[in-house]
């Protein structure tokens, strides 16, 4: 799980610094890795999918 809360963090720096892409691609990354392990409704999960739906909406995508 370790290897996911980096992955995590990875996305959150690439998001602010305007690497929507890259963010995005690490967030779906960690999103799967916790799915996985943990479930689509554990709060680890929940949060991935909310940084998610947040970058959507930061690339218009909403």
Same mark, same amino acid.
């Given at each position: 799980?370790? $290897?996911? $809360?980096?992955?995590?963090?990875?996305s959150r720096g690439?998001?602010?610094?305007?690497? /929507?892409?890259?963010?995005?691609e690490h967030? =779906?990354?960690?999103?799967e890795?916790?799915?996985?392990? /943990?479930? =689509? =409704?554990?709060? $680890?999960?929940?949060?991935?999918?909310n940084n998610? =739906?947040?970058?959507?909406n930061?690339?218009?995508?909403?």
């Amino acid at each position: 799980m370790d $290897y996911c $809360y980096h992955v995590k963090g990875l996305s959150r720096g690439l998001q602010d610094k305007g690497d /929507l892409k890259g963010a995005n691609e690490h967030f =779906e990354r960690a999103r799967e890795i916790f799915r996985k392990f /943990l479930g =689509e =409704e554990h709060p $680890y999960t929940a949060t991935v999918r909310n940084n998610l =739906e947040s970058l959507a909406n930061v690339q218009g995508r909403v």
